[in-house]
Each structure stands twice: as C-alpha cells, then as structure tokens.
C-alpha cells in the first residue's frame, strides 16, 4: 500500500518503511509524529483520491534525525552600480521513517507506550531506582543545556561596531552573530577556517557568505 501526503508545501509518495526527508517538524528524535494530509492511497491500480484530501486517512511516521540541507546561494548584483548581496540559505529538515497508512479513522499503534506499561508491570519495584537515577543525571543534562545555550565566542570588552556596514549583514543577521559573541571587525577579520566552519554549522550563514564579511571586515579594521 501507498499513500500520497502533503506536508511543508510539498507532496511525497510514501510507502511502510520509507525514508523520507521533509520540512522542520518540532519533535524530537524517536518521537512518532502523525501526516493527516492525505492526498490519495492505493494499492496496485486500485487508488483511491481525496477532494483535496482523504477522510479517515492518517499517516504516522518515527522521527530519525533531525538536521539541515545543504548550503543554497542566493546571489543578486546590479550593473554599473557597485552592489552585490550574497546571501546563504540552509533549510531545516526532518529524516522520518514511515510507520503506518491508517485508513477509515484507525488509531495508530501505540508501541512504546505498551512496553512501557509491560516494564512497570513486569519490575515494580524498580521505580525508585530509575527515578534516582533521573535525579542524579538532572544536573549532567542541566549543565549540557548551559553548555548548548553558551555562545560560539567571547564578547570582546568595550563598544561593539556597526557590522551592518559590510554589506550582506542587516540587522537580524548582525543580532544573530552579537547573540554567537561577535561584535567588532576585528573579531570578524581574525576568523580562522576553524571559526569559519564552526559558524557555518550551527549558524544560518554560509561559509562562502563568512568569508566575503571578513575580507570586507578586514579593511574597516584598519580604519
């Protein structure tokens, strides 16, 4: 059986098990995530079509990654005018695995809440050991959040410079980099490959887009 499901303004032909890379979803990875646009489904020449959608129909799938597509270049220049906007774009993806095509109103499966209840039957008194064990790893996974919230570089003491001068950074993406520590041209001139990459993977810049602001950074810091 097949179905045919519109998520992120975009239409996929799924089958069970399929591997599937769509827009951001907002869970988490192993959660089951439910596609109720359901376009159309089938089996074989027998197809059945929605108007738009299908009533009853419901598609579930098991969130497996969570990560970006590659770097797309937007890149507009005017003649005779001495402009140019260089712009990167990396859009947010979801890997998922389809799990179930539900037809006629069916409820989805709940696996992990069956074995769930199984464990606690199974082993009672094993409760107070894993909610001690929760306590326990509560700090560890509080201080690896402070860690993921930290910024990518130290703020450099004293007045920040406009980085809006150098062309390609507007205000949201000079709050986005003051945000990451970066303030002054000279922070920008100074960045090494290193830096480069580590703000092209956690950053919605490009590391082409990087390099064209620290060369340009590198001549408003001799100023």
């Known amino acids: 059986m097949f ?7 975009k239409q996929y032909r799924v089958a069970a098990n399929d591997l599937l890379k769509i827009e951001k979803v907002e869970a988490n990875v192993g959660d089951i995530v439910e596609i109720g646009h359901v ?20 598609v ?15 890149f507009k220049k005017r003649r ?18 389809i799990s179930e095509i539900l037809l006629g109103g069916a409820k989805p499966a709940k696996k992990a809440a069956v074995k769930a209840e ?10 107070p050991k894993e909610a001690k064990a929760k306590k326990d790893a509560a700090p560890k996974e509080d201080a690896r959040a402070e860690a993921v919230a930290a910024p990518l570089f130290k703020a450099p003491k004293g007045e920040p410079d406009d980085l809006t001068v150098i062309k ?3 205000p949201v993406a000079a709050k986005d980099l003051a945000e990451q520590g970066i303030i002054t041209f000279a922070q920008l ?29 590198k001549e408003l810091a001799k100023k």
């Open 80 to 97: 005779r005018q001495n402009s140019r906007r260089k712009i990167g774009h990396r859009q947010l993806l979801t890997t998922v695995r």
């Open 3 to 9: 179905a045919v499901i519109k998520t992120g303004g």
């Open 189 to 217: 001139a100074k960045l090494t490959e290193k830096d480069v990459a580590k703000i092209d993977e956690n950053m919605p810049f490009s590391a082409d887009q990087i390099k064209d602001w620290r060369e340009q950074a």
């Open 39 to 58: 376009l159309a489904h089938g089996e074989g020449e027998n197809v059945t079509f929605g108007a738009p959608f299908v009533d009853g129909a419901l």
């Open 60 to 74: 579930t799938a098991e969130v497996v990654e969570q990560g970006k597509n590659r770097t797309v270049i937007a």
């Open 168 to 170: 390609g950074i507007g």
């Open 118 to 127: 199984a464990k606690a039957e199974v082993a009672p008194e094993a409760a």
